[in-house]
């Protein structure tokens, strides 16, 4: 009951938010995207899980607004930008214990910005993986990255 009150203190403390899909983690925080994303990144890094890629998805889109019309953007994000990253120890094990589950590297976040509040989120490993061999790995995963997010938004907020 302490962690579970704790967890509510925190997340209300930093401004997080899950989402109600359960597949996917899901945060929010009253900053721009550039300073979010800069944190997160660094934070990542830090944790030892290195970004492969960069995609801003927001200005690709941008490139579309003349073919798409009305279609574009109907939701009035004002950025949206992913992060592709790894971690060579957890590829290995997890092509030891389920190769099929290698789709999960590289493993991705998503920042978007909406009415100035930046949302993060991030494909639960544990959800896709329930009932394989390698659940439990895909359980610490998790929890490495939402840790290593966490840590971001607490320095893009400092």
Known sequence: MRKIAVFLLTGLLLGVCQAELPG?????????IETAYKNIYRS???NNMFIIFEANMGRTLAGFSGR?????????????????FCNPWYVNEVSNLDPQLLAFCPMH????????ITHITFVRPS???????????????????SAAVESGIVAAQR
């Open 24 to 32: 996917v983690r899901h945060w929010t925080l009253e900053t721009d």
């Open 127 to 145: 959800h896709v993986g329930q009932g394989s061999a390698v659940a439990g790995l895909l359980e610490g995963l998790e929890a490495k990255v």
């Open 44 to 46: 990542l890094e830090n």
């Open 68 to 84: 798409w019309g009305d279609n574009y953007n109907r939701n009035q994000l004002q950025d949206i930008r992913s992060m592709l």
């Open 109 to 116: 976040i998503t920042l978007y910005q909406q009415s100035n």
